[in-house]
Protein backbone atom coordinates (compact mmCIF):
# COMPACT_ATOMS: atom_id res chain seq x y z
CA UNK A 1 0.00 0.00 0.00
CA UNK A 2 1.34 3.55 -0.91
CA UNK A 3 1.50 6.21 1.67
CA UNK A 4 -1.14 8.60 0.80
CA UNK A 5 0.37 12.26 0.53
CA UNK A 6 -3.01 14.11 0.01
CA UNK A 7 -6.76 13.19 -0.21
CA UNK A 8 -6.47 12.33 -3.43
CA UNK A 9 -4.42 9.55 -2.48
CA UNK A 10 -6.64 8.84 -0.14
CA UNK A 11 -9.69 8.12 -2.14
CA UNK A 12 -7.35 5.95 -4.20
CA UNK A 13 -6.35 4.05 -1.43
CA UNK A 14 -9.27 3.65 0.08
CA UNK A 15 -10.80 1.89 -3.71
CA UNK A 16 -7.73 0.26 -3.46
CA UNK A 17 -8.73 -0.92 -0.37
CA UNK A 18 -12.12 -1.95 -0.94
CA UNK A 19 -11.78 -3.35 -4.49
CA UNK A 20 -13.72 -1.11 -6.59
CA UNK A 21 -10.17 -0.30 -8.24
CA UNK A 22 -7.95 -2.57 -9.37
CA UNK A 23 -4.87 -0.04 -10.33
CA UNK A 24 -4.75 3.14 -10.56
CA UNK A 25 -4.92 4.49 -14.55
CA UNK A 26 -4.93 8.21 -14.39
CA UNK A 27 -5.71 10.60 -18.06
CA UNK A 28 -4.61 13.97 -18.84
CA UNK A 29 -7.42 15.04 -20.85
CA UNK A 30 -6.09 19.02 -22.33
CA UNK A 31 -8.04 20.81 -25.19
CA UNK A 32 -5.90 21.67 -27.81
CA UNK A 33 -6.78 24.99 -28.50
CA UNK A 34 -3.67 27.00 -26.79
CA UNK A 35 -0.43 26.14 -25.84
CA UNK A 36 -0.11 24.10 -21.79
CA UNK A 37 0.61 26.62 -19.14
CA UNK A 38 2.00 26.52 -15.59
CA UNK A 39 -1.75 25.16 -14.25
CA UNK A 40 -2.55 22.84 -16.38
CA UNK A 41 1.18 21.89 -15.45
CA UNK A 42 -0.42 21.28 -12.10
CA UNK A 43 -3.20 18.98 -13.59
CA UNK A 44 -0.29 16.83 -15.51
CA UNK A 45 1.56 16.58 -12.60
CA UNK A 46 -1.25 14.93 -10.79
CA UNK A 47 -2.25 12.99 -13.68
CA UNK A 48 1.18 11.52 -14.72
CA UNK A 49 2.47 11.34 -11.39
CA UNK A 50 -0.25 9.92 -9.11
CA UNK A 51 -0.39 7.05 -11.59
CA UNK A 52 3.70 7.08 -11.60
CA UNK A 53 3.78 6.52 -7.89
CA UNK A 54 1.24 4.06 -7.46
CA UNK A 55 2.91 1.72 -10.05
CA UNK A 56 -0.23 2.92 -12.74
CA UNK A 57 -0.51 4.43 -16.40
CA UNK A 58 -1.63 7.65 -17.53
CA UNK A 59 -2.88 8.42 -21.19
CA UNK A 60 -2.44 11.16 -22.77
CA UNK A 61 -6.04 12.56 -24.19
CA UNK A 62 -6.76 15.78 -26.41
CA UNK A 63 -9.63 16.94 -25.87
CA UNK A 64 -11.08 17.95 -28.81
CA UNK A 65 -14.93 17.38 -28.83
CA UNK A 66 -15.45 21.00 -29.17
CA UNK A 67 -14.25 21.68 -32.89
CA UNK A 68 -13.90 25.06 -32.64
CA UNK A 69 -10.29 26.77 -32.44
CA UNK A 70 -8.12 23.41 -32.44
CA UNK A 71 -5.42 23.28 -34.10
CA UNK A 72 -2.42 20.53 -34.56
CA UNK A 73 -0.31 22.82 -33.91
CA UNK A 74 -1.66 22.95 -30.21
CA UNK A 75 -1.82 19.02 -30.59
CA UNK A 76 2.08 19.23 -31.21
CA UNK A 77 3.07 21.17 -28.84
CA UNK A 78 1.38 20.21 -25.64
CA UNK A 79 3.23 17.12 -26.81
CA UNK A 80 6.77 18.46 -26.71
CA UNK A 81 5.82 19.92 -23.32
CA UNK A 82 4.86 16.93 -21.62
CA UNK A 83 7.81 15.61 -22.47
CA UNK A 84 10.01 18.35 -21.54
CA UNK A 85 8.85 17.87 -18.18
CA UNK A 86 9.56 14.48 -18.09
CA UNK A 87 6.44 12.57 -18.16
CA UNK A 88 5.13 10.29 -21.36
CA UNK A 89 2.39 7.91 -22.34
CA UNK A 90 4.08 5.50 -24.65
CA UNK A 91 1.86 4.05 -26.81
CA UNK A 92 -1.49 5.61 -24.66
CA UNK A 93 -2.24 8.40 -26.85
CA UNK A 94 -6.09 9.11 -27.93
CA UNK A 95 -7.90 11.54 -29.19
CA UNK A 96 -11.32 12.35 -28.03
CA UNK A 97 -13.32 12.33 -31.44
CA UNK A 98 -12.30 8.83 -32.19
CA UNK A 99 -14.96 7.89 -29.92
CA UNK A 100 -17.70 10.17 -31.85
CA UNK A 101 -18.65 7.23 -33.28
CA UNK A 102 -19.03 4.85 -30.11
CA UNK A 103 -20.35 8.28 -28.00
CA UNK A 104 -23.62 8.61 -31.21
CA UNK A 105 -24.35 4.63 -30.50
CA UNK A 106 -24.40 5.21 -26.90
CA UNK A 107 -26.52 8.36 -26.87
CA UNK A 108 -29.22 6.02 -29.18
CA UNK A 109 -29.16 3.52 -26.76
CA UNK A 110 -29.98 6.54 -23.86
CA UNK A 111 -33.06 7.08 -26.36
CA UNK A 112 -33.95 3.88 -26.86
CA UNK A 113 -33.93 3.47 -22.63
CA UNK A 114 -36.38 6.38 -22.29
CA UNK A 115 -33.46 8.24 -20.81
CA UNK A 116 -32.82 10.98 -23.72
CA UNK A 117 -34.91 12.49 -26.30
CA UNK A 118 -34.51 15.71 -28.96
CA UNK A 119 -35.37 18.86 -27.63
CA UNK A 120 -36.25 21.53 -30.43
CA UNK A 121 -36.30 25.03 -27.58
CA UNK A 122 -33.68 27.58 -28.99
CA UNK A 123 -30.45 27.97 -26.78
CA UNK A 124 -32.35 31.75 -25.64
CA UNK A 125 -36.18 29.47 -24.40
CA UNK A 126 -33.52 27.13 -23.33
CA UNK A 127 -32.10 29.52 -20.71
CA UNK A 128 -35.63 30.66 -20.19
CA UNK A 129 -36.94 27.29 -18.97
CA UNK A 130 -34.71 26.75 -16.87
CA UNK A 131 -36.02 28.03 -13.88
CA UNK A 132 -34.74 28.37 -10.42
CA UNK A 133 -33.94 27.14 -7.17
CA UNK A 134 -37.80 27.59 -6.51
CA UNK A 135 -39.50 26.49 -10.16
CA UNK A 136 -38.16 23.56 -11.97
CA UNK A 137 -37.29 23.49 -15.48
CA UNK A 138 -40.09 23.13 -18.19
CA UNK A 139 -39.14 21.27 -20.91
CA UNK A 140 -42.30 20.81 -23.29
CA UNK A 141 -40.48 18.15 -25.55
CA UNK A 142 -39.53 15.69 -22.70
CA UNK A 143 -42.42 13.70 -23.50
CA UNK A 144 -41.12 12.87 -27.49
CA UNK A 145 -42.05 9.35 -28.55
CA UNK A 146 -38.87 7.64 -28.46
CA UNK A 147 -39.34 6.72 -31.84
CA UNK A 148 -39.72 10.50 -33.20
CA UNK A 149 -36.60 11.10 -31.08
CA UNK A 150 -34.78 8.45 -32.53
CA UNK A 151 -35.88 9.26 -36.02
CA UNK A 152 -34.66 13.24 -35.23
CA UNK A 153 -31.47 12.55 -33.81
CA UNK A 154 -30.15 10.26 -36.89
CA UNK A 155 -31.45 13.11 -39.16
CA UNK A 156 -29.23 15.59 -37.03
CA UNK A 157 -26.64 13.66 -37.54
CA UNK A 158 -27.27 13.81 -41.64
CA UNK A 159 -27.36 17.16 -41.41
CA UNK A 160 -31.25 17.68 -42.45
CA UNK A 161 -31.73 20.75 -39.88
CA UNK A 162 -29.87 23.85 -39.21
CA UNK A 163 -27.55 24.62 -35.79
CA UNK A 164 -29.67 25.59 -32.93
CA UNK A 165 -32.92 23.51 -34.50
CA UNK A 166 -32.57 20.96 -31.99
CA UNK A 167 -30.55 19.49 -29.26
CA UNK A 168 -30.39 15.79 -27.87
CA UNK A 169 -30.75 15.71 -24.19
CA UNK A 170 -30.78 13.50 -20.92
CA UNK A 171 -33.99 12.75 -18.91
CA UNK A 172 -32.96 13.09 -15.56
CA UNK A 173 -34.26 15.97 -13.34
CA UNK A 174 -36.11 19.13 -13.95
CA UNK A 175 -36.48 20.11 -10.18
CA UNK A 176 -32.71 19.11 -9.26
CA UNK A 177 -31.22 21.75 -7.52
CA UNK A 178 -27.96 20.85 -9.08
CA UNK A 179 -28.60 22.79 -12.57
CA UNK A 180 -26.07 20.25 -14.37
CA UNK A 181 -29.10 17.40 -14.14
CA UNK A 182 -32.05 19.58 -15.25
CA UNK A 183 -32.33 18.02 -18.88
CA UNK A 184 -28.69 18.94 -20.14
CA UNK A 185 -27.88 19.26 -23.29
CA UNK A 186 -25.92 15.86 -24.64
CA UNK A 187 -25.33 16.91 -28.35
CA UNK A 188 -26.08 19.90 -30.54
CA UNK A 189 -25.68 20.81 -34.24
CA UNK A 190 -22.73 22.79 -35.02
CA UNK A 191 -21.64 23.01 -38.75
CA UNK A 192 -17.46 23.38 -38.30
CA UNK A 193 -15.23 21.71 -39.90
CA UNK A 194 -13.20 19.46 -37.01
CA UNK A 195 -9.07 19.01 -37.19
CA UNK A 196 -8.86 15.55 -37.36
CA UNK A 197 -12.84 14.15 -38.79
CA UNK A 198 -13.11 17.14 -41.38
CA UNK A 199 -17.14 17.42 -42.40
CA UNK A 200 -18.23 14.10 -41.34
CA UNK A 201 -20.13 14.82 -38.38
CA UNK A 202 -22.37 18.00 -37.65
CA UNK A 203 -23.82 16.89 -34.25
CA UNK A 204 -21.07 17.08 -31.62
CA UNK A 205 -21.35 15.45 -27.82
CA UNK A 206 -21.04 17.94 -24.64
CA UNK A 207 -18.01 17.60 -22.74
CA UNK A 208 -20.31 16.50 -19.69
CA UNK A 209 -21.60 13.40 -21.95
CA UNK A 210 -18.09 12.66 -23.69
CA UNK A 211 -15.79 12.98 -21.01
CA UNK A 212 -17.04 10.22 -18.72
CA UNK A 213 -17.49 7.80 -21.70
CA UNK A 214 -14.65 8.35 -23.04
CA UNK A 215 -12.59 7.62 -19.51
CA UNK A 216 -14.68 4.40 -19.31
CA UNK A 217 -13.94 3.33 -22.64
CA UNK A 218 -10.11 3.97 -22.22
CA UNK A 219 -10.60 1.90 -18.82
CA UNK A 220 -9.47 4.87 -16.74
CA UNK A 221 -10.16 4.27 -12.47
CA UNK A 222 -9.53 7.59 -11.20
CA UNK A 223 -10.81 10.47 -13.41
CA UNK A 224 -9.14 13.02 -11.92
CA UNK A 225 -9.95 16.94 -12.61
CA UNK A 226 -9.59 20.77 -11.22
CA UNK A 227 -12.94 21.84 -9.12
CA UNK A 228 -15.02 23.62 -11.29
CA UNK A 229 -15.96 19.95 -12.14
CA UNK A 230 -17.54 19.48 -9.03
CA UNK A 231 -20.93 20.19 -9.54
CA UNK A 232 -20.79 17.89 -12.81
CA UNK A 233 -20.26 14.69 -10.99
CA UNK A 234 -23.35 13.95 -10.66
CA UNK A 235 -23.90 13.95 -14.26
CA UNK A 236 -20.90 12.42 -14.88
CA UNK A 237 -21.86 9.70 -12.69
CA UNK A 238 -24.95 9.29 -14.41
CA UNK A 239 -23.70 8.96 -17.50
CA UNK A 240 -21.67 6.03 -16.29
CA UNK A 241 -24.43 4.40 -14.50
CA UNK A 242 -26.60 4.82 -17.25
CA UNK A 243 -24.90 4.23 -20.70
CA UNK A 244 -23.28 0.68 -21.59
CA UNK A 245 -19.91 1.25 -20.94
CA UNK A 246 -16.82 -1.26 -20.01
CA UNK A 247 -15.49 0.18 -16.74
CA UNK A 248 -16.76 2.47 -13.73
CA UNK A 249 -14.25 5.84 -13.32
CA UNK A 250 -14.30 7.85 -10.35
CA UNK A 251 -13.82 11.79 -10.58
CA UNK A 252 -12.22 13.84 -7.92
CA UNK A 253 -11.67 17.03 -7.85
CA UNK A 254 -8.73 19.33 -6.69
CA UNK A 255 -8.74 23.36 -6.97
CA UNK A 256 -7.41 24.89 -9.84
CA UNK A 257 -3.58 27.02 -9.49
CA UNK A 258 -4.37 30.72 -9.56
CA UNK A 259 -0.86 32.77 -9.13
CA UNK A 260 -0.35 36.56 -8.28
CA UNK A 261 0.28 39.13 -11.20
CA UNK A 262 -0.54 36.03 -13.90
CA UNK A 263 -3.33 35.43 -15.97
CA UNK A 264 -4.18 31.18 -16.45
CA UNK A 265 -7.19 31.43 -18.63
CA UNK A 266 -6.57 30.57 -22.41
CA UNK A 267 -8.66 32.94 -23.52
CA UNK A 268 -7.31 35.76 -22.48
CA UNK A 269 -3.35 34.35 -22.89
CA UNK A 270 -4.87 33.82 -26.65
CA UNK A 271 -5.87 37.65 -26.83
CA UNK A 272 -2.71 38.65 -25.65
CA UNK A 273 -1.56 36.50 -28.86
CA UNK A 274 -3.42 37.41 -31.48
CA UNK A 275 -3.71 41.43 -30.12
CA UNK A 276 0.59 41.15 -30.22
CA UNK A 277 0.54 42.49 -26.54
CA UNK A 278 3.25 39.24 -26.55
CA UNK A 279 5.44 37.86 -28.77
CA UNK A 280 3.60 34.94 -29.38
CA UNK A 281 2.77 31.99 -27.38
CA UNK A 282 6.24 31.27 -26.14
CA UNK A 283 7.10 35.11 -24.79
CA UNK A 284 9.52 34.88 -22.14
CA UNK A 285 6.55 36.71 -20.43
CA UNK A 286 4.01 34.26 -20.84
CA UNK A 287 2.50 31.66 -18.08
CA UNK A 288 2.75 28.70 -20.71
CA UNK A 289 5.40 26.18 -20.58
CA UNK A 290 6.79 27.47 -23.37
CA UNK A 291 7.11 31.06 -22.60
CA UNK A 292 8.65 29.46 -19.10
CA UNK A 293 11.04 27.65 -21.22
CA UNK A 294 12.24 31.04 -23.52
CA UNK A 295 12.73 32.78 -20.10
CA UNK A 296 14.76 30.45 -18.71
CA UNK A 297 13.06 28.18 -16.28
CA UNK A 298 13.84 24.50 -16.02
CA UNK A 299 11.82 21.81 -15.85
CA UNK A 300 13.72 20.50 -12.40
CA UNK A 301 12.21 23.99 -11.28
CA UNK A 302 8.71 24.37 -12.28
CA UNK A 303 8.15 20.69 -10.80
CA UNK A 304 9.80 21.97 -7.80
CA UNK A 305 7.27 24.81 -7.38
CA UNK A 306 4.27 21.89 -8.37
CA UNK A 307 5.33 19.97 -5.42
CA UNK A 308 5.36 22.64 -2.90
CA UNK A 309 1.96 24.27 -3.91
CA UNK A 310 0.91 20.49 -3.08
CA UNK A 311 -2.76 19.08 -3.85
CA UNK A 312 -5.55 21.09 -1.97
CA UNK A 313 -9.52 21.16 -2.05
CA UNK A 314 -9.47 24.66 -1.69
CA UNK A 315 -8.82 27.52 -4.53
CA UNK A 316 -6.06 30.02 -3.33
CA UNK A 317 -3.69 32.41 -4.97
CA UNK A 318 -0.05 31.53 -4.73
CA UNK A 319 2.61 34.13 -4.77
CA UNK A 320 4.81 34.22 -7.87
CA UNK A 321 7.57 34.89 -5.83
CA UNK A 322 7.20 31.55 -4.67
CA UNK A 323 7.40 30.29 -8.52
CA UNK A 324 10.25 32.66 -9.21
CA UNK A 325 12.31 31.61 -5.61
CA UNK A 326 12.33 28.08 -6.95
CA UNK A 327 14.12 28.83 -9.94
CA UNK A 328 16.40 30.98 -8.26
CA UNK A 329 17.40 28.34 -6.02
CA UNK A 330 17.71 25.62 -8.18
CA UNK A 331 20.39 27.80 -10.51
CA UNK A 332 22.28 29.84 -7.48
CA UNK A 333 23.65 26.26 -7.14
CA UNK A 334 24.08 25.29 -11.10
CA UNK A 335 24.40 28.37 -12.94
CA UNK A 336 27.40 29.39 -14.35
CA UNK A 337 28.79 32.70 -13.47
CA UNK A 338 29.43 35.41 -16.22
CA UNK A 339 30.30 38.72 -16.59
CA UNK A 340 28.31 41.12 -18.13
CA UNK A 341 27.51 45.19 -18.00
CA UNK A 342 23.88 46.22 -18.93
CA UNK A 343 24.44 50.23 -19.18
CA UNK A 344 28.49 49.93 -20.53
CA UNK A 345 30.09 52.91 -19.65
CA UNK A 346 33.37 53.10 -20.33
CA UNK A 347 36.65 53.36 -17.96
CA UNK A 348 39.99 54.69 -19.14
CA UNK A 349 43.09 53.46 -16.46
CA UNK A 350 45.43 56.34 -17.08
CA UNK A 351 48.40 55.02 -15.13
CA UNK A 352 47.58 51.61 -17.28
CA UNK A 353 50.32 50.80 -20.47
CA UNK A 354 48.13 51.12 -24.22
CA UNK A 355 48.15 47.64 -25.62
CA UNK A 356 49.04 45.56 -22.18
CA UNK A 357 46.66 42.93 -21.39
CA UNK A 358 47.08 40.73 -17.89
CA UNK A 359 44.45 37.93 -17.16
CA UNK A 360 42.31 37.82 -14.04
CA UNK A 361 41.02 34.35 -12.39
CA UNK A 362 37.22 34.52 -11.67
CA UNK A 363 35.16 31.52 -9.88
CA UNK A 364 32.91 29.78 -12.51
CA UNK A 365 30.55 28.84 -9.26
CA UNK A 366 31.49 30.15 -5.58
CA UNK A 367 28.27 27.55 -4.67
CA UNK A 368 30.29 24.77 -6.60
CA UNK A 369 33.87 24.43 -6.09
CA UNK A 370 34.41 21.94 -9.37
CA UNK A 371 33.46 24.26 -11.24
CA UNK A 372 36.58 25.22 -11.89
CA UNK A 373 37.52 28.94 -12.65
CA UNK A 374 38.21 31.46 -16.11
CA UNK A 375 40.43 33.88 -16.76
CA UNK A 376 39.35 37.33 -17.96
CA UNK A 377 41.43 39.54 -19.60
CA UNK A 378 42.09 43.48 -17.97
CA UNK A 379 43.12 45.72 -20.53
CA UNK A 380 43.62 49.76 -20.39
CA UNK A 381 40.04 50.56 -21.41
CA UNK A 382 37.26 48.96 -19.94
CA UNK A 383 33.33 49.17 -19.00
CA UNK A 384 31.67 49.48 -15.77
CA UNK A 385 28.00 49.32 -15.40
CA UNK A 386 26.76 53.40 -15.15
CA UNK A 387 24.86 52.29 -12.28
CA UNK A 388 28.38 51.54 -10.57
CA UNK A 389 29.23 55.65 -11.11
CA UNK A 390 27.71 58.30 -9.13
CA UNK A 391 28.43 61.61 -9.49
CA UNK A 392 26.41 62.95 -6.97
CA UNK A 393 26.01 59.71 -4.76
CA UNK A 394 23.29 59.24 -2.05
CA UNK A 395 25.24 58.50 1.31
CA UNK A 396 26.52 54.91 1.73
CA UNK A 397 27.19 54.97 -1.77
CA UNK A 398 30.11 52.56 -2.27
CA UNK A 399 30.91 52.46 -5.53
CA UNK A 400 32.54 54.28 -7.62
CA UNK A 401 32.23 58.61 -6.80
CA UNK A 402 34.30 61.45 -7.63
CA UNK A 403 37.48 61.13 -5.19
CA UNK A 404 36.38 57.55 -4.53
CA UNK A 405 38.30 54.62 -4.64
CA UNK A 406 36.50 50.95 -6.00
CA UNK A 407 38.01 47.15 -6.17
CA UNK A 408 37.46 46.24 -9.78
CA UNK A 409 36.14 42.70 -9.19
CA UNK A 410 38.89 40.18 -9.20
CA UNK A 411 41.19 42.78 -10.16
CA UNK A 412 42.89 46.00 -8.96
CA UNK A 413 41.38 49.11 -6.94
CA UNK A 414 40.60 52.03 -8.56
CA UNK A 415 41.17 55.77 -7.72
CA UNK A 416 38.54 58.15 -9.85
CA UNK A 417 40.64 61.21 -11.52
CA UNK A 418 37.98 62.82 -13.46
CA UNK A 419 34.86 62.73 -15.69
CA UNK A 420 35.21 63.39 -19.49
CA UNK A 421 31.64 64.42 -21.04
CA UNK A 422 29.89 64.54 -24.16
CA UNK A 423 28.65 67.83 -25.62
CA UNK A 424 25.01 67.11 -23.87
CA UNK A 425 26.59 67.29 -20.73
CA UNK A 426 26.27 63.71 -20.14
CA UNK A 427 29.42 61.01 -18.80
CA UNK A 428 31.56 60.33 -21.92
CA UNK A 429 33.80 58.35 -19.81
CA UNK A 430 35.84 57.98 -16.99
CA UNK A 431 39.25 58.23 -16.24
CA UNK A 432 40.72 56.63 -13.12
CA UNK A 433 44.26 54.90 -11.64
CA UNK A 434 44.72 51.55 -11.08
CA UNK A 435 46.90 50.64 -7.49
CA UNK A 436 49.24 48.75 -9.74
CA UNK A 437 51.38 47.22 -6.29
CA UNK A 438 48.27 46.49 -4.51
CA UNK A 439 47.20 44.33 -7.30
CA UNK A 440 44.38 41.79 -6.14
CA UNK A 441 45.78 42.08 -2.70
CA UNK A 442 44.43 44.24 0.15
CA UNK A 443 45.76 47.49 1.06
CA UNK A 444 47.20 47.77 4.46
CA UNK A 445 46.91 51.20 4.84
CA UNK A 446 43.15 51.97 3.68
CA UNK A 447 39.66 49.63 3.26
CA UNK A 448 37.97 49.78 0.09
CA UNK A 449 34.68 48.84 0.43
CA UNK A 450 32.72 48.49 -2.80
CA UNK A 451 33.42 45.36 -5.62
CA UNK A 452 32.13 45.87 -8.85
CA UNK A 453 32.06 44.15 -12.38
CA UNK A 454 33.95 44.87 -15.52
CA UNK A 455 35.19 43.86 -18.86
CA UNK A 456 37.99 45.13 -21.08
CA UNK A 457 36.33 46.90 -23.79
CA UNK A 458 38.79 45.43 -26.48
CA UNK A 459 37.34 41.37 -25.00
CA UNK A 460 34.19 41.84 -25.14
CA UNK A 461 31.08 41.24 -27.03
CA UNK A 462 27.93 43.08 -27.74
CA UNK A 463 24.46 41.77 -26.77
CA UNK A 464 21.12 42.67 -26.42
CA UNK A 465 19.47 41.56 -22.61
CA UNK A 466 16.02 41.92 -22.05
CA UNK A 467 15.11 42.69 -18.34
CA UNK A 468 11.93 40.42 -17.98
CA UNK A 469 9.64 41.12 -15.04
CA UNK A 470 5.71 40.56 -13.94
CA UNK A 471 3.39 40.90 -17.03
CA UNK A 472 0.76 42.40 -14.38
CA UNK A 473 0.87 45.25 -12.14
CA UNK A 474 -2.09 44.06 -10.07
CA UNK A 475 -1.70 41.26 -7.60
CA UNK A 476 -5.24 39.39 -7.93
CA UNK A 477 -6.47 38.77 -11.57
CA UNK A 478 -9.03 37.30 -10.76
CA UNK A 479 -10.56 39.87 -9.10
CA UNK A 480 -10.63 43.37 -10.60
CA UNK A 481 -12.39 46.57 -9.90
CA UNK A 482 -14.77 47.20 -11.22
CA UNK A 483 -15.20 48.16 -15.13
CA UNK A 484 -11.97 46.50 -15.83
CA UNK A 485 -10.63 44.45 -17.99
CA UNK A 486 -7.20 42.12 -17.66
CA UNK A 487 -5.06 44.00 -20.22
CA UNK A 488 -5.71 47.47 -17.86
CA UNK A 489 -3.06 46.09 -15.95
CA UNK A 490 -0.55 45.37 -18.80
CA UNK A 491 3.17 46.06 -16.60
CA UNK A 492 5.06 48.71 -18.91
CA UNK A 493 8.16 47.71 -17.46
CA UNK A 494 7.38 44.13 -18.47
CA UNK A 495 10.10 43.73 -20.90
CA UNK A 496 12.73 46.10 -20.67
CA UNK A 497 15.47 46.03 -23.42
CA UNK A 498 18.65 46.87 -22.95
CA UNK A 499 20.68 47.43 -26.35
CA UNK A 500 24.43 47.39 -26.51
CA UNK A 501 24.77 45.41 -23.47
CA UNK A 502 28.56 44.11 -22.77
CA UNK A 503 29.03 40.44 -22.00
CA UNK A 504 31.61 38.00 -21.80
CA UNK A 505 33.36 36.97 -24.81
CA UNK A 506 32.83 33.31 -23.45
CA UNK A 507 29.05 33.43 -23.98
CA UNK A 508 29.10 33.71 -27.78
CA UNK A 509 28.87 29.34 -27.75
CA UNK A 510 25.87 29.64 -25.12
CA UNK A 511 23.19 27.70 -26.14
CA UNK A 512 19.32 28.63 -25.11
CA UNK A 513 18.72 26.95 -22.05
CA UNK A 514 21.91 26.84 -20.67
CA UNK A 515 21.71 29.17 -17.19
CA UNK A 516 24.24 32.03 -16.54
CA UNK A 517 24.22 33.87 -13.55
CA UNK A 518 25.41 37.21 -14.92
CA UNK A 519 27.27 38.57 -11.27
CA UNK A 520 25.46 41.32 -9.85
CA UNK A 521 22.79 41.79 -12.25
CA UNK A 522 20.17 38.19 -12.62
CA UNK A 523 19.83 34.85 -13.91
CA UNK A 524 20.06 34.99 -18.25
CA UNK A 525 20.04 32.39 -20.73
CA UNK A 526 20.25 33.12 -24.98
CA UNK A 527 16.93 33.62 -26.39
CA UNK A 528 15.95 30.68 -28.37
CA UNK A 529 14.51 32.62 -31.38
CA UNK A 530 16.38 35.69 -31.49
CA UNK A 531 20.78 34.44 -31.02
CA UNK A 532 22.00 38.03 -30.62
CA UNK A 533 19.61 38.02 -26.94
CA UNK A 534 19.98 36.71 -23.30
CA UNK A 535 16.66 36.78 -21.57
CA UNK A 536 16.63 37.85 -17.87
CA UNK A 537 14.80 34.64 -16.40
CA UNK A 538 14.55 35.90 -12.95
CA UNK A 539 16.42 39.02 -10.63
CA UNK A 540 19.14 37.96 -8.02
CA UNK A 541 16.85 39.64 -4.84
CA UNK A 542 14.78 37.55 -3.66
CA UNK A 543 12.07 39.06 -1.77
CA UNK A 544 9.90 36.20 -1.19
CA UNK A 545 9.97 34.11 1.94
CA UNK A 546 8.75 30.53 2.11
CA UNK A 547 6.92 29.52 5.24
CA UNK A 548 9.65 26.69 5.90
P1 LIG B 1 -9.11 27.39 -19.68
O1 LIG B 1 -10.30 27.51 -18.78
O2 LIG B 1 -8.01 28.35 -19.40
O3 LIG B 1 -9.47 27.31 -21.14
P2 LIG B 1 -9.23 24.59 -19.46
O4 LIG B 1 -9.47 24.03 -18.14
O5 LIG B 1 -10.39 24.65 -20.37
O6 LIG B 1 -8.49 25.98 -19.30
P3 LIG B 1 -8.05 22.31 -20.64
O7 LIG B 1 -7.13 22.19 -21.79
O8 LIG B 1 -9.41 21.77 -20.77
O9 LIG B 1 -8.09 23.84 -20.25
O10 LIG B 1 -7.36 21.74 -19.34
C1 LIG B 1 -6.80 20.44 -19.25
C2 LIG B 1 -6.76 20.06 -17.80
O11 LIG B 1 -6.01 21.01 -17.06
C3 LIG B 1 -8.14 20.01 -17.19
O12 LIG B 1 -8.23 18.83 -16.44
C4 LIG B 1 -8.20 21.22 -16.31
O13 LIG B 1 -8.99 20.98 -15.19
C5 LIG B 1 -6.75 21.43 -15.93
N1 LIG B 1 -6.45 22.83 -15.64
C6 LIG B 1 -6.60 23.90 -16.44
N2 LIG B 1 -6.26 25.03 -15.81
C7 LIG B 1 -5.85 24.67 -14.56
C8 LIG B 1 -5.36 25.39 -13.41
N3 LIG B 1 -5.22 26.72 -13.42
N4 LIG B 1 -5.04 24.67 -12.32
C9 LIG B 1 -5.17 23.34 -12.30
N5 LIG B 1 -5.62 22.62 -13.32
C10 LIG B 1 -5.97 23.26 -14.45
MG1 LIG C 1 -11.49 22.55 -20.41
Request: aromatic share 10%.
Amino acid sequence: MVEASNFIEEFINEDLASGKADCVHTRFPPEPNGYLHIGHCKALVIDFGTAKKYGGICNLRMDDTNPAKEDTEFVDAIQEDIHWLGFDWDDRFFYGSDYFEKTYELATGLIKKGLAYVCELSPEQFKEYRGDLTHPAVSPFRDRPMEESLDLFERMKNGEFPEGKYTLRAKIDLASGNFNMRDPVLYRIRYIEHHRQGTKWCIFPMYDFAHPIQDALEGITFSLCSLEYEDHRPLYNWVIDNCDVPSRPRQIEFSRLNITNTVLSKRNLRELVETGVVDGWDDPRMPTLCGLRRRGYTAESILDFIERIGVSKANSLVDVGLLEHCLREKLNMQAARRVAVLNPLKVVIDNYPEGRTEYFEFPNNPNDPDAGTRKLPFTKELYIDADDFSENPPPKFFRLKPDGEVRLMSSYIIKFGHVEKNPDGTVKEIHCTADLEVGTGVPTDRKVKGTIHWLSADHCMDTTAVLYDRLFTEENMNDLPEGKVFKDFLNPQSAVIKDGAKVEESLKDAVPGEMFQFVRTGYFTKDSKNPGQFNRSVSLKDGFKPAN
